[in-house]
């Protein structure tokens, strides 16, 4: 496996300031999906909240909403949903680190109507790597890649900041 860092700490954290300031509401309705798109959620937060702004944080565990949960073995990772605040009505911004097919935003949002039924729900990544197999498309996205099918991007937490890294197969 080769491991190659695509954006720096820095480079993430001006990606973070941009997709905050993509967000207007005031409170922001952010939900994570779990995990890497919950630690970006956090961050995002975190700069709106040093701007004074008001965030309802919330996250998403789509294990259950997930359509290859028959070939991802008999044991998924679940971590729970937390979302202590009511969605009906209200703009979500749905956050996740990367989107590839897109399959992982359909069953975020199948996740979040279990929850109510917001008046819309925006995407934001934080990385587009393309090859869309669904007609999903984030309305905010900081960074696009053009990544082969056989690599991953992965968003990791490192020092003070995180560090987007492809990973390929050996």
Known sequence: METRILL?????????????????????????????????ARAIAAHL??????????SIDIAFHRDDWTTRGPHPKVHGSQLDWPVDGRVIWLVDDVIY???????????????????????????????RELPIQPDVVAHRFSVPDTARLVLRPEGEGFVLVEERAA
């Open 8 to 40: 720096g700490p820095q480079e993430v954290a001006r990606a973070i300031a941009q997709l905050a300031a993509a967000i207007q509401d005031d409170p922001a309705h952010l939900i994570g999906i779990e995990t890497g798109g919950m630690h970006l």
């Open 49 to 58: 909240q040093e701007k004074g702004r008001k965030v309802q944080l919330g």
């Open 101 to 131: 097919t897109g399959r992982t935003v359909r069953a975020a949002l199948g996740e979040i109507f279990d929850y109510g039924r917001p008046r819309a729900v925006r995407l934001v990544v934080l990385a587009d790597r393309g090859g």
